[in-house]
């Protein structure tokens, strides 16, 4: 057996354990979001602790630490945001709005200078979108889902459940109403209110399997795709009503998908693995030689419609959807040492967020925001 | 002061020294020899005298800080590195050539005496791993693999692995044209309780790594002739190779010893044989290992300690240079050379002393104190030259023979000479105050340099002075008469610092000086004020290596550890865990960090791997399980977690170990354990402050406990190298101080509740200079409290008279708060080697008032004016001060060449604190005295006389 199988056992196995032994927590949890008010949820939290102790020392006995349901904690201010690990980020036509690490959200005006503004959670963002140059969305782990409407300048929670121990991995909104998150082991949530209120989406044909749902994009028809673990690939062509499974080309992990043209898509995934195609129910396939072995896990459309992934070891790809032409770009930093020695340093570490910006992209990675000035061959 | 008081005070003094006089005077041919054969038994004892540098003395082991270094120091290793970079001049390091010497290198450090072999860390070594994702799950292994060689193929298999591992900046520089070493030393053996000699370590990383590579020619040293070793067991023949070696010892050669490594007859293993170097010739031939295209930069401890040894001859040659300089100075003030050489011999025997008794005390030279032998050697030369000036005066004024002379002498300032050297030997002791024990041994050491001093300038020279054949008194006088007035009208001019404007204004000025100096002096770092080590020249090899390292490699050689403290198995909770990883994160966000490292860090990158490297789970697991699959693949030899995980490292890798740069450190560390424990017991009704406050004390007597067991198991080990773990557990102390531990840790697992994550400082060479600096910090003004309070009763006991106290130590005060601005002024930062040096140079201040006051203070008790007084002090004993002063000064001026940079700091701080005491002596004391004297109502027709008061 892989390693990653025997991982998805053990995890699966404790989650089955934890869900038997607090499932009372599940149940506290579900009323905590709808509470606004935060002193309202540290008081619905308090007897909830009080109760838990009886409980939890009968039904667990095996674990050691009292089963506490976390609260979520206000995000730190903190200096060097901007340049740790970075997720997301969307370009709202206003400003710049990035997510990441502990909860971080950043905004921008001009692609160089980000602020970090205050958020109620410090869970890892993964994802962000907005409908408008206003209302916007950022979800992450602890099945945390934020909303903004003003912007981004401040965020209150729609969503938070640390217990369910599962993280979303991406949000989509068709209007500033119809919205849809999704994330770890199946998990995938939809709403109608603008996000007042998130109810578990319907989606056997992607849910079953309980794998990790890695994306979900509008293609140009307005269909929307999901792109996940083991090749999957579902769409749904009446706004997410009900979703199917189209045939995948690949049977590891995709991590994400771009439109093409009406009803085409690109996706990416495992070891640098690119498909793309023009209709994606035809079930045919064009595998992209990336000349990379290195994981895709973002990507974005340019302007005159070139195709941007971005991935491990700081690989920026340039996809041509016509030809299926690809070649590939690096950030470098120049650097000079005390001693004068000038080291020119290609960013190696992982990205994993682009948008078009100027003449080239902004990127979200592992050292936060970067900019590559120009797409160009180097 | 009533006449009969002082009758009876003068009879009581006078009696004594008529008591003591027959000791000297008596039989001076048996007081002499007594006194040579003592000096003669201490010369031998000077001459066998060890350099003793130790990493643990020059720590506050007191020091909280400190203390948790000793408690992980097993877990998380201590602050005592060895790092040796490896850097190619151009290409990357990927190449049979390179890699072949990595691994030498690495072999080579493994084996230097005294390393801790757990800890050598290289790409070579097994504790540097890499991950990688594959689909279906990721692979891990030794960077560089098992099967390794020297092929194309391997070479990219490397470099792939080294940046999959994320070992660049770290293990390799960051444009991978080299690599480093990380090592560190024991500095006692743990088999033989033995001390560390880090000379030898240091000149066996000159020449076993440095020289290896570097040296064009390879030295083989053969037997002269055949040889069994001292126990019979090992044969040699002549002319075979016993050693080998790469740097030249030259005339050293003759007092190496080698280490030959002889194959034990019918066993499997090698025995080290040594060999006396007087027993072997050289040969040389060129050194097949030697490549010019890899550069070698070697870092710690040891070798600033080595750097510092191999300068101690330059630093003995620059003494010597002070000392003839002073002789030849001295021949031309007294214009005779044999009571030139006196003042000198008395000195060179008070040193000898020094050395003998210092090491009948079982103490070393440590080669930072190198100092305070001339501090000795000042001080004697200052009250020598006093005693000579003295007796010349008399025969030359009161035209007594040499005998008479010299017991007048000695009757006028026996009194006044011990009581101001029994001063500085008040002062010297107090220092030991200080707890870290290098600042003690240099405490103990000037204390008995001191002791030294009574002995040979108020006892060898006064007899000395006996035997100085003068010729014909009459024409000594004259010439002497003649000499002095020379400088008659400057003593005239100078003797106005007594009139009311000039004295005023002096006040006035000093005023300023001292205003400025408290303003100037608030700029002085604690700490070292640059990059690198200010020890040594900012152009010394070292140093260039310093800044090598620094600028090749993203993680420098700084680093701050903190040890997370928690409970047993608490790495796999993730509300645990993620205290440490915001810590880290904060410390991160503290202005000096380069970048952090800790166990949540790692365990993020491996759920990442575990996720396909997916970003999105670069996250600490909530999930127990998971997070458990994360911590797994770290292995405790990361230095990141102690085996049961109840302790976490946090690295923090700083950009410099400037003190602002550590203070913001420790404040960052502090701000986060208040935040972090408010929000903890927010959440967690059943603890509080009190409870974590005892739990965490708990924790901390069990360290204290287990490091004097330690301690206890070396000494016994020392004293006892055969003993079996079972005779060493029997013995009752270490059984006794293993109770102690047992109760600890049982004390301990009572408190079974969680608490916060106690983030404590701080282990790694930052840590401990937070330490020291915390510590110098609040000590540098209280050591120079306790020294003034010291003086203050000695200068008092010797006058008994207020004024005394006021007049001497007013601009002794004055002169060393200007000494705290003139090192901020030179960016000397205030330091463990620095610390007790402020203090010592009281020490030679203080000698120079009492001399002044005291002549002053007779001669205006005796009826002559203020101005005459004065004048009088100026011919007797200002001018000796004086020309002390310059002599001293212009000797001490010459260290600014030194090629240590710590003797060229301390020649500047000496140069001015000579010369400075000196103008406090002479242009201030009087001018304050002017104003506290009282002049002697003289009856009409009563002539001023000039006698001692006691």
């Given at each position: 057996m892989t390693m990653k199988h025997k991982k998805k056992l053990l995890v699966a196995g404790a989650a089955a354990a934890m869900l038997a032994t607090a499932g009372w927590v599940l149940a506290e949890d579900a009323a905590a979001?709808?509470?606004?008010a935060p002193v309202a949820d540290e008081a619905a939290a308090a007897p909830a602790d009080d109760a838990a102790a009886p409980a939890e020392e009968t039904a667990a006995?095996?674990?050691?630490?009292?089963?506490v349901a976390a609260k979520p904690r206000p995000s730190e201010i903190m200096p060097l945001a901007s340049r740790s690990p970075m997720l997301g980020l969307v370009n709202t036509g206003k400003h710049l709005v990035a997510v990441g690490d502990r909860g971080q959200i950043l905004v921008s005006n001009n692609g160089r200078n980000w602020a970090q503004v205050p958020t109620p959670v410090r869970s890892p963002l993964t994802a962000v979108t907005f409908v408008d140059d206003k209302n916007g969305w950022a979800v992450g782990h602890d099945a945390t889902i934020l909303h903004t409407a003003d912007g981004g300048k401040s965020w209150e929670l729609q969503n938070f459940n640390?217990?369910?121990?599962?993280?979303?991995l991406s949000v989509r909104f068709l209007d500033a109403n119809t919205g849809f998150a999704i994330g770890a082991y199946g998990m995938a949530s939809k709403t109608s209110d603008g996000g007042k209120t998130w109810t578990d989406l319907d989606?056997?044909?992607?849910r079953a399997d309980e794998l990790h749902l890695n994306d979900i994009i509008k293609l140009g028809n307005g269909n929307l795709l999901v792109a996940g673990e083991q090749g999957t690939i579902g769409v749904s062509a009446d706004n997410g009503n009900t979703w199917e499974k189209v045939n995948s080309p690949y049977e590891a992990s995709l991590f994400g998908a771009l439109p093409v043209g009406e009803k085409g898509a690109l996706v990416y995934g495992l070891r640098g693995n690119v498909f793309i195609n023009?209709?994606?129910?035809?079930g045919s396939w064009t595998k992209i030689d990336?000349?990379?072995v290195d994981t895709f896990f973002g990507g974005t459309t340019t302007a005159d419609g070139k195709l941007i992934l971005v991935g491990l070891s700081g690989t920026i790809l340039v996809v041509?959807?016509?030809?299926?032409d690809a070649r590939s770009v690096k950030i470098r930093k120049d650097e000079v040492t005390a001693s004068g020695r000038r080291i020119t340093d290609v960013v190696t570490s992982t990205l994993s967020g682009v948008i078009p910006f100027k003449e080239g992209v902004l990127v979200a990675g592992d050292e936060g925001i970067q900019t590559l000035a120009s797409l160009q061959a180097q | 002061m009533s006449e009969n008081n002082d009758a009876a005070h003068m009879s009581r003094t006078t009696k004594m020294l008529r008591a003591i006089e027959p000791l000297i005077y008596a039989k001076r041919w048996l007081t002499m020899s007594i006194l040579l054969v003592i000096t003669a038994f201490l010369f031998v004892h000077m001459l066998l005298i060890r350099t003793d540098a130790g990493f643990d003395k020059s720590i506050?082991?007191?020091?909280p800080y400190m203390k948790v270094l000793k408690q992980y120091m097993a877990d998380f290793?201590?602050?005592n590195t060895v790092l040796v970079a490896l850097i190619q001049k151009?290409?990357?390091?990927?190449n049979e050539k390179y890699l072949t010497e990595l691994k030498q290198a690495t072999d080579e450090v493994f084996f230097?005496?005294?390393?801790?072999?757990?800890?050598?860390?290289?790409?070579?070594?097994?504790?540097v791993r890499y991950i990688e994702v594959v689909e279906g799950g990721f692979k891990g292994g030794n960077v560089?693999?098992?099967?390794?060689?020297?092929?194309q193929e391997m070479f990219d298999i490397v470099r792939d692995h080294v940046n999959k591992g994320g070992h660049?900046?770290?293990?390799?520089?960051k444009d991978q044209r080299g690599a480093m070493i990380f090592s560190e030393l024991l500095?006692?053996?743990?088999?033989?309780g033995e001390k560390l000699d880090y000379g030898n370590v240091a000149h066996m990383l000159e020449d076993r790594i440095r020289g290896r590579f570097t040296s064009k020619i390879k030295y083989t040293y053969k037997l002269k002739a055949d040889y069994t070793s001292e126990d019979g067991k090992y044969k040699f023949k002549a002319g075979e190779a016993v050693d080998e070696g790469f740097?030249?010892?030259?005339?050293?050669q003759r007092f190496t010893t080698f280490n030959a490594l002889k194959q034990v007859e019918g066993e499997d293993k090698k025995e080290i044989v040594p060999i006396k170097g007087n027993l072997v010739t050289v040969s040389t031939e060129a050194?097949?290992?030697?490549?010019?295209?890899v550069e070698i930069h070697i870092l710690g401890f040891a070798k600033v300690v080595g750097d510092v040894i191999d300068a101690t001859l330059q630093v003995v040659v620059f003494f010597l240079i002070t000392l003839i300089m002073t002789m030849i100075l001295l021949w031309l003030y007294i214009g005779n050379f044999k009571l030139a050489v006196l003042p000198l011999i008395c000195s060179l025997v008070a040193v000898v002393w020094e050395f003998g008794l210092l090491r009948l005390l079982g103490f070393g030279l440590d080669p930072f104190a190198i100092l305070v032998p001339f501090l000795i050697l000042a001080v004697s030369v200052s009250h020598g030259v006093q005693y000579v000036n003295a007796w010349v005066g008399e025969i030359a004024e009161?035209?007594?023979?040499s005998f008479d002379a010299s017991l007048q002498t000695w009757r006028r300032l026996a009194i006044y000479g011990t009581m101001a050297i029994m001063t500085d030997v008040v002062g010297f002791a107090t220092?030991?105050?200080?707890?870290i024990d290098i600042i003690r041994e240099m405490s103990i050491n000037a204390t008995l340099g001191m002791a030294a001093i009574i002995v040979t300038n108020k006892i060898m020279m006064p007899i000395m002075l006996t035997w100085v054949d003068i010729g014909d008194p009459k024409v000594f006088a004259a010439k002497q008469e003649k000499r002095d007035s020379i400088f008659d009208p400057v003593w005239h001019v100078l003797s106005n610092?007594?009139?009311f404007k000039p004295a005023v204004i002096t006040i006035v000025i000093c005023s300023f000086i001292l205003g400025w100096s408290l303003w100037k002096g608030k700029?002085?770092?604690?700490?070292?004020?640059?990059?690198?080590?200010?020890?040594?020249?900012?152009?010394?090899r070292f140093n260039k290596d310093f800044r090598e390292v620094t600028n090749n490699?993203?993680?420098?050689?700084d680093i701050f550890k903190v040890v997370a403290e928690t409970d047993a198995?608490?790495?796999?909770k993730y509300t645990v865990m993620e205290q440490i990883d915001r810590f880290g994160w904060h410390m991160q966000n503290?202005?000096?960090?380069q970048s952090t490292i800790s166990l949540p860090w790692a365990g993020r990158q491996v759920n990442s791997a575990f996720s396909e490297a997916s970003p999105k789970f670069k996250v600490l697991p909530r999930n127990k399980y998971a997070m458990v699959q994360s911590i797994t693949?770290?292995?405790?030899s990361s230095g990141l977690l102690s085996p049961n995980c109840s302790a976490m490292a946090v690295f923090v890798f700083t950009k410099d170990h400037r003190a602002a740069t550590i203070e913001r450190m420790v404040e960052g560390v502090n701000k986060f354990n208040t935040t972090n424990g408010a929000e903890f017991y927010a959440d967690n009704k059943d603890v509080d402050a009190k409870y974590c406050a005892d739990k965490l004390t708990a924790r901390r007597n069990i360290g204290g406990t287990r490091a004097d067991l330690a301690e206890a198991v070396d000494k016994y080990k020392k004293r006892?190298?055969?003993?079996s773990d079972e005779d060493i557990a029997k013995d009752a102390r270490i059984a006794g101080l293993q109770k102690n531990v047992d109760d600890g840790a049982a004390k301990l697992a009572t408190f079974v509740k969680e608490c916060p994550v106690n983030f404590a400082m701080a282990t790694a060479n930052v840590g401990v200079m937070a330490a020291t600096n915390e510590e110098v910090h609040r000590l540098e003004k209280l050591t120079l409290l306790y020294v003034y309070i010291a003086i203050v009763i000695c200068v008092y006991l010797s006058f008994f008279e207020w004024q005394s106290i006021l007049s001497i130590m007013l601009p002794l005060a004055l002169v060393s708060w200007s000494a705290y601005a003139v090192m901020a002024v030179l960016g000397i930062g205030m330091k463990v080697a620095t610390l007790p040096v402020v203090a010592l140079a009281v020490g030679i201040g203080v000698d120079y008032g009492i001399y002044i006051y005291a002549t002053m203070a007779d001669a205006v008790n005796g009826g002559f004016s203020m101005k005459e007084a004065y004048y009088k002090t100026l011919k007797m004993t200002g001018k000796a001060v004086i020309f002390t002063g310059i002599t001293l000064g212009l000797g001490v001026a010459?260290?600014?060449?030194?090629?240590l940079q710590f003797q060229r700091d301390m020649g500047a701080l000496l140069v001015f604190m000579f010369t400075a005491n000196m103008f406090g002596a002479i242009l201030v004391l009087p001018a304050i005295a002017s104003f506290l004297l009282k002049v002697k109502q003289l009856a009409p027709g009563e002539k001023p006389v000039f006698k001692p008061r006691h």
């Amino acid at each position: 057996m892989t390693m990653k199988h025997k991982k998805k056992l053990l995890v699966a196995g404790a989650a089955a354990a934890m869900l038997a032994t607090a499932g009372w927590v599940l149940a506290e949890d579900a009323a905590a979001p709808a509470a606004d008010a935060p002193v309202a949820d540290e008081a619905a939290a308090a007897p909830a602790d009080d109760a838990a102790a009886p409980a939890e020392e009968t039904a667990a006995a095996e674990a050691e630490a009292p089963v506490v349901a976390a609260k979520p904690r206000p995000s730190e201010i903190m200096p060097l945001a901007s340049r740790s690990p970075m997720l997301g980020l969307v370009n709202t036509g206003k400003h710049l709005v990035a997510v990441g690490d502990r909860g971080q959200i950043l905004v921008s005006n001009n692609g160089r200078n980000w602020a970090q503004v205050p958020t109620p959670v410090r869970s890892p963002l993964t994802a962000v979108t907005f409908v408008d140059d206003k209302n916007g969305w950022a979800v992450g782990h602890d099945a945390t889902i934020l909303h903004t409407a003003d912007g981004g300048k401040s965020w209150e929670l729609q969503n938070f459940n640390a217990e369910l121990e599962k993280p979303y991995l991406s949000v989509r909104f068709l209007d500033a109403n119809t919205g849809f998150a999704i994330g770890a082991y199946g998990m995938a949530s939809k709403t109608s209110d603008g996000g007042k209120t998130w109810t578990d989406l319907d989606a056997p044909a992607i849910r079953a399997d309980e794998l990790h749902l890695n994306d979900i994009i509008k293609l140009g028809n307005g269909n929307l795709l999901v792109a996940g673990e083991q090749g999957t690939i579902g769409v749904s062509a009446d706004n997410g009503n009900t979703w199917e499974k189209v045939n995948s080309p690949y049977e590891a992990s995709l991590f994400g998908a771009l439109p093409v043209g009406e009803k085409g898509a690109l996706v990416y995934g495992l070891r640098g693995n690119v498909f793309i195609n023009n209709d994606v129910r035809s079930g045919s396939w064009t595998k992209i030689d990336t000349k990379t072995v290195d994981t895709f896990f973002g990507g974005t459309t340019t302007a005159d419609g070139k195709l941007i992934l971005v991935g491990l070891s700081g690989t920026i790809l340039v996809v041509d959807a016509a030809t299926k032409d690809a070649r590939s770009v690096k950030i470098r930093k120049d650097e000079v040492t005390a001693s004068g020695r000038r080291i020119t340093d290609v960013v190696t570490s992982t990205l994993s967020g682009v948008i078009p910006f100027k003449e080239g992209v902004l990127v979200a990675g592992d050292e936060g925001i970067q900019t590559l000035a120009s797409l160009q061959a180097q | 002061m009533s006449e009969n008081n002082d009758a009876a005070h003068m009879s009581r003094t006078t009696k004594m020294l008529r008591a003591i006089e027959p000791l000297i005077y008596a039989k001076r041919w048996l007081t002499m020899s007594i006194l040579l054969v003592i000096t003669a038994f201490l010369f031998v004892h000077m001459l066998l005298i060890r350099t003793d540098a130790g990493f643990d003395k020059s720590i506050p082991l007191e020091h909280p800080y400190m203390k948790v270094l000793k408690q992980y120091m097993a877990d998380f290793g201590g602050a005592n590195t060895v790092l040796v970079a490896l850097i190619q001049k151009d290409g990357n390091i990927y190449n049979e050539k390179y890699l072949t010497e990595l691994k030498q290198a690495t072999d080579e450090v493994f084996f230097l005496p005294g390393i801790d072999r757990s800890r050598v860390s290289s790409l070579f070594t097994p504790d540097v791993r890499y991950i990688e994702v594959v689909e279906g799950g990721f692979k891990g292994g030794n960077v560089i693999p098992a099967e390794y060689a020297p092929t194309q193929e391997m070479f990219d298999i490397v470099r792939d692995h080294v940046n999959k591992g994320g070992h660049v900046g770290r293990y390799t520089t960051k444009d991978q044209r080299g690599a480093m070493i990380f090592s560190e030393l024991l500095e006692v053996d743990p088999v033989t309780g033995e001390k560390l000699d880090y000379g030898n370590v240091a000149h066996m990383l000159e020449d076993r790594i440095r020289g290896r590579f570097t040296s064009k020619i390879k030295y083989t040293y053969k037997l002269k002739a055949d040889y069994t070793s001292e126990d019979g067991k090992y044969k040699f023949k002549a002319g075979e190779a016993v050693d080998e070696g790469f740097t030249d010892l030259g005339w050293k050669q003759r007092f190496t010893t080698f280490n030959a490594l002889k194959q034990v007859e019918g066993e499997d293993k090698k025995e080290i044989v040594p060999i006396k170097g007087n027993l072997v010739t050289v040969s040389t031939e060129a050194n097949p290992q030697y490549n010019p295209d890899v550069e070698i930069h070697i870092l710690g401890f040891a070798k600033v300690v080595g750097d510092v040894i191999d300068a101690t001859l330059q630093v003995v040659v620059f003494f010597l240079i002070t000392l003839i300089m002073t002789m030849i100075l001295l021949w031309l003030y007294i214009g005779n050379f044999k009571l030139a050489v006196l003042p000198l011999i008395c000195s060179l025997v008070a040193v000898v002393w020094e050395f003998g008794l210092l090491r009948l005390l079982g103490f070393g030279l440590d080669p930072f104190a190198i100092l305070v032998p001339f501090l000795i050697l000042a001080v004697s030369v200052s009250h020598g030259v006093q005693y000579v000036n003295a007796w010349v005066g008399e025969i030359a004024e009161n035209g007594r023979n040499s005998f008479d002379a010299s017991l007048q002498t000695w009757r006028r300032l026996a009194i006044y000479g011990t009581m101001a050297i029994m001063t500085d030997v008040v002062g010297f002791a107090t220092i030991y105050l200080i707890p870290i024990d290098i600042i003690r041994e240099m405490s103990i050491n000037a204390t008995l340099g001191m002791a030294a001093i009574i002995v040979t300038n108020k006892i060898m020279m006064p007899i000395m002075l006996t035997w100085v054949d003068i010729g014909d008194p009459k024409v000594f006088a004259a010439k002497q008469e003649k000499r002095d007035s020379i400088f008659d009208p400057v003593w005239h001019v100078l003797s106005n610092m007594v009139n009311f404007k000039p004295a005023v204004i002096t006040i006035v000025i000093c005023s300023f000086i001292l205003g400025w100096s408290l303003w100037k002096g608030k700029e002085l770092q604690v700490g070292d004020s640059q990059a690198g080590v200010p020890e040594l020249l900012p152009d010394s090899r070292f140093n260039k290596d310093f800044r090598e390292v620094t600028n090749n490699f993203a993680i420098g050689v700084d680093i701050f550890k903190v040890v997370a403290e928690t409970d047993a198995d608490a790495c796999t909770k993730y509300t645990v865990m993620e205290q440490i990883d915001r810590f880290g994160w904060h410390m991160q966000n503290t202005a000096g960090v380069q970048s952090t490292i800790s166990l949540p860090w790692a365990g993020r990158q491996v759920n990442s791997a575990f996720s396909e490297a997916s970003p999105k789970f670069k996250v600490l697991p909530r999930n127990k399980y998971a997070m458990v699959q994360s911590i797994t693949p770290i292995p405790t030899s990361s230095g990141l977690l102690s085996p049961n995980c109840s302790a976490m490292a946090v690295f923090v890798f700083t950009k410099d170990h400037r003190a602002a740069t550590i203070e913001r450190m420790v404040e960052g560390v502090n701000k986060f354990n208040t935040t972090n424990g408010a929000e903890f017991y927010a959440d967690n009704k059943d603890v509080d402050a009190k409870y974590c406050a005892d739990k965490l004390t708990a924790r901390r007597n069990i360290g204290g406990t287990r490091a004097d067991l330690a301690e206890a198991v070396d000494k016994y080990k020392k004293r006892h190298p055969d003993a079996s773990d079972e005779d060493i557990a029997k013995d009752a102390r270490i059984a006794g101080l293993q109770k102690n531990v047992d109760d600890g840790a049982a004390k301990l697992a009572t408190f079974v509740k969680e608490c916060p994550v106690n983030f404590a400082m701080a282990t790694a060479n930052v840590g401990v200079m937070a330490a020291t600096n915390e510590e110098v910090h609040r000590l540098e003004k209280l050591t120079l409290l306790y020294v003034y309070i010291a003086i203050v009763i000695c200068v008092y006991l010797s006058f008994f008279e207020w004024q005394s106290i006021l007049s001497i130590m007013l601009p002794l005060a004055l002169v060393s708060w200007s000494a705290y601005a003139v090192m901020a002024v030179l960016g000397i930062g205030m330091k463990v080697a620095t610390l007790p040096v402020v203090a010592l140079a009281v020490g030679i201040g203080v000698d120079y008032g009492i001399y002044i006051y005291a002549t002053m203070a007779d001669a205006v008790n005796g009826g002559f004016s203020m101005k005459e007084a004065y004048y009088k002090t100026l011919k007797m004993t200002g001018k000796a001060v004086i020309f002390t002063g310059i002599t001293l000064g212009l000797g001490v001026a010459t260290w600014l060449f030194s090629g240590l940079q710590f003797q060229r700091d301390m020649g500047a701080l000496l140069v001015f604190m000579f010369t400075a005491n000196m103008f406090g002596a002479i242009l201030v004391l009087p001018a304050i005295a002017s104003f506290l004297l009282k002049v002697k109502q003289l009856a009409p027709g009563e002539k001023p006389v000039f006698k001692p008061r006691h």
